[in-house]
């Protein structure tokens, strides 16, 4: 009988043991998962803070990053607000900040057309001026055409005033961003797209890099956005355009369908570049010619599928 109260005591002593562990255990999960909600939500604090601290810097540099200021000869000339001129790391953070909101690929913590992308795409666009010495250009006017590419199917919900989905509102943002972009800077959108088409051209000549990946190039799909861009520099910045005419017609041949050209004539496919007077097209020779500012002329050979250019300088 001793033995027996002896071994119920000790299966008491184990399960009231056992309970205790038991207990145990269960607290320290429930500690480990408030502990890991801690951390997601500082995280996320931390994520939003940081959103919120590059949208602010880039309204104070979009906005304030220049103003006019008084010369001492009595004429006005730009300057720029301490904390964003030239070799200033405030504003090359703040730009590779807006960059990397642009170009990164969509994922969970990032996901495409959201608030702050958005934001960043408007801001680019703005301070342009204030960011350029600090941008990879190409990369970020490659991104924007991007997300213009899609635009001519969201167009009538942003012509009759629908309510416009977050798709819309970047495709909007980005047409906006990149009007922007060119009419602060048009050597600089003009030079680039222009280097752009070439590295294309040069590499569709190569029979070797033949690949699907050239048809599907934003390039070949956002050509309607391009055109629209060189028509607007066209009707705000002609002079502009003139100084680069070469390189804006390099553009403007890349984006022109060849077949309507040759049946319709330049005049009708694309009426704004015919307002120059050294921009020529004969019909049955099917070329093209510009005339440059150092008195080149260049000549762009339609007859074929790929156009082939010759320059005569004298």
Not at 117 to 124: Q, V
Not at 211 to 233: A, D, Q, Y
Request: hydrophobic letters at 40%; glycine letters at 6%.
């Amino acid at each position: 009988m001793f033995a027996h109260k002896t071994i119920s005591l000790h299966f008491d002593f184990v399960g009231g043991g056992s309970f205790r562990i038991k207990r145990q255990r269960s607290k320290s999960l429930n500690e480990g998962k408030e502990v890991q909600e801690k951390i997601q939500d500082n995280s996320y604090e931390t994520r939003r803070k940081q959103a919120t601290a590059i949208v602010m810097l880039g309204v104070i540099g979009a906005e304030f990053g220049q103003e006019i200021v008084s010369s001492r000869g009595g004429d006005q000339q730009k300057g720029v607000v301490e904390g964003f001129s030239i070799n200033q790391a405030l504003a090359r953070r703040t730009s590779n900040a807006l960059t990397y909101l642009l170009l990164q690929p969509s994922s969970p913590q990032l996901p495409a057309n959201t608030p702050i992308r958005r934001a960043a795409i408007d801001l680019i666009g703005r301070g342009f001026t204030v960011w350029q010495p600090y941008l990879d250009v190409s990369a970020v006017l490659l991104g924007l055409l991007e997300l213009c590419v899609d635009g001519d199917k969201l167009v009538p919900s942003m012509t009759f005033g629908l309510p416009l989905s977050s798709q819309a509102d970047a495709c909007r943002t980005a047409r906006h961003s990149l009007a922007l972009i060119a009419t602060a800077r048009p050597p600089a959108f003009i030079i680039t797209m222009a280097k752009e088409v070439a590295r294309y051209n040069a590499m569709a000549q190569n029979a070797q890099s033949q690949s699907p990946s050239l048809h599907t190039s934003v390039l070949v799909r956002g050509k309607s956005e391009i055109m629209r861009v060189i028509e607007h520099l066209i009707d705000k910045l002609p002079n502009d355009v003139a100084e680069l005419m070469v390189e804006a017609m390099d553009i403007t041949v890349h984006c022109l369908d060849h077949t309507a050209v040759k049946t319709k004539g330049l005049q009708e496919v694309f009426a704004p570049i015919c307002k120059f007077c050294i921009v020529s097209y004969d019909t049955n020779s099917r070329r093209i010619c510009v005339g440059a500012r150092n008195g080149g002329l260049t000549f762009y050979e339609l007859k074929h599928a790929k156009s082939q250019v010759k320059v005569m300088v004298f």
